[in-house]
T-cell receptor
Framework: EAQVTQNPRYLITVTGKKLTVTCSQN?????MSWYRQDPGLGLRQIYY???????DKGDVPEGYKVSRKEKRNFPLILESPSPNQTSLYFC??????????FGEGSRLTVL | ELKVEQNPLFLSMQEGKNYTIYCNYS?????LYWYRQDPGKSLESLFV?????AVKQEGRLMASLDTKARLSTLHITAAVHDLSATYFC???????????FGKGTSLLVTP
C-alpha cells in the first residue's frame, strides 16, 4: 500500500529537549516536505526536499532542521523545542508536479 | 511571494443546496490542487488541475481553473452531510514541487 508514515503520532515534550519526527514514504517520490498546521493559519511549509541531499527552506523554517540522506526518509529535527512549536505537523511526498500525499500527522505539544 | 486566498473561510449550508468556494492566487501558476480534511484527520487529494480551463468532477464536487484570472472554484451541488469537512486549495510554486496552501474553508452541511 502506497503511504507516507510519520512517527510519533503524538508527543508531549518539554522546552529544550531535542526531538526528531520521522517520515518515510514507499512511493519512490523525489519530493518531500514538512508542513505545520495551526488554527486560523492553514498549512505552512517548513522545509522541502527535491531529492537526496537537496533541501531548502519553506516559509517558516526557524527552529527546525531536516536531512535527506535517503530518498524514502525525511526526518524533521527540533534541536531545542519551544512552546511556539506546539502544532500539528504533516509530512508529504509527491512526484514532480504531482499531488501531495500526506502522512497521518504528528501532534506535538511543547511545555 | 505567492499568496493564496480562499473564501469563504466558513460556510454553513443546508442539505440540497448549491454553493461555490473560491480560490484566488497572486502570481502565475498552472497547477492547482484541492484537498479535503476531516476533523482530526490528514489531507486527502480531491482534484489536480494542470491547465487553463481544466474542469474535473467527482460526485457532487466540481473544480475548475482559470489561470488568466488566477482563480479556481470548487462547486458543491446538492450538498449532503458527508461533505462536511475543511477544503483547501493549493497552488504550485517554485521548481515544480512546492505548494502554497490557502487557509481552508470549513464547510458544515446541516439538515
Amino acid at each position: 500500500e502506497a503511504q507516507v508514515t510519520q512517527n510519533p503520532r503524538y508527543l508531549i515534550t518539554v522546552t529544550g529537549k531535542k526531538l526528531t519526527v520521522t517520515c518515510s514514504q514507499n512511493m519512490n517520490h523525489e519530493y518531500m516536505s514538512w508542513y505545520r498546521q495551526d488554527p486560523g493559519l492553514g498549512l505552512r511549509q517548513i522545509y522541502y526536499s527535491m531529492n537526496v541531499e537537496v533541501t531548502d527552506k519553506g516559509d517558516v523554517p526557524e527552529g527546525y532542521k531536516v536531512s535527506r540522506k535517503e530518498k524514502r526518509n525525511f526526518p524533521l529535527i527540533l534541536e531545542s523545542p519551544s512552546p511556539n512549536q506546539t502544532s500539528l505537523y504533516f509530512c508529504a511526498s509527491s512526484r514532480h508536479q504531482g499531488e501531495l500525499f500526506f502522512g497521518e500527522g504528528s501532534r506535538l505539544t511543547v511545555l | 511571494e505567492l499568496k493564496v486566498e480562499q473564501n469563504p473561510l466558513f460556510l454553513s449550508m443546508q442539505e440540497g443546496k448549491n454553493y461555490t468556494i473560491y480560490c484566488n492566487y497572486s502570481t502565475t501558476s498552472d497547477r492547482l490542487y484541492w484537498y479535503r480534511q476531516d476533523p482530526g484527520k490528514s489531507l486527502e487529494s480531491l482534484f489536480v488541475l494542470l491547465s487553463n480551463g481544466a474542469v474535473k468532477q467527482e460526485g457532487r464536487l466540481m473544480a475548475s481553473l482559470d489561470t488568466k484570472a488566477r482563480l479556481s472554484t470548487l462547486h458543491i451541488t446538492a450538498a449532503v452531510h458527508d461533505l462536511s469537512a475543511t477544503y483547501f486549495c493549493a497552488v504550485g510554486g517554485r521548481a515544480g514541487y512546492a505548494l502554497n496552501f490557502g487557509k481552508g474553508t470549513s464547510l458544515l452541511v446541516t439538515p
